[in-house]
């Protein structure tokens, strides 16, 4: 990432050393991995949100082409992305009646 090689990585270990002193050393390295360990998992998650918006909008954009054809003689790419819309829709109507069903059993219940 940083492409510093070992002899760097020594060099600063010894400033580090120098500068903080044996008691406070190992509360940085630990502080500074955790920083790095955040900062990665930011970095993923923002890169996994990317990810997830360009295909929601390739999506759209084939669904549209669907959409302007009549949903007739479609490509093999706009008929995938209108079972996956199909699909998509199941999964949330399910999610629904099963969140229904536990509402009224918890207002009939009570």
């Given amino acids: 990432m940083f492409d510093i090689g070992f002899w760097e990585l020594v060099f600063i270990g010894v400033i580090a050393l120098l500068v903080l002193g044996p008691d406070k050393l190992p509360g940085a ?3 500074f991995s ?3 360990s955040s900062f990665k ?3 993923n998650s923002v890169k996994s949100e990317i990810n ?3 295909r929601v909008h390739e999506l759209h954009e084939q669904l549209k082409q669907a959409e302007q054809k009549g949903m007739q003689n479609l ?3 706009e008929s995938n992305a209108v079972a996956e819309l199909e699909q998509a829709a199941k999964e949330v109507n399910s999610t629904i009646q099963s969140v229904q069903k536990e509402v009224n059993k918890d207002t009939n219940g009570q």
């Fill in 29 to 31: 390295i630990r502080s």
């Fill in 34 to 36: 955790k920083f790095v």
């Fill in 41 to 43: 998992q930011t970095v």
């Fill in 52 to 54: 997830h918006e360009l």
């Fill in 75 to 77: 490509t093999g790419r």
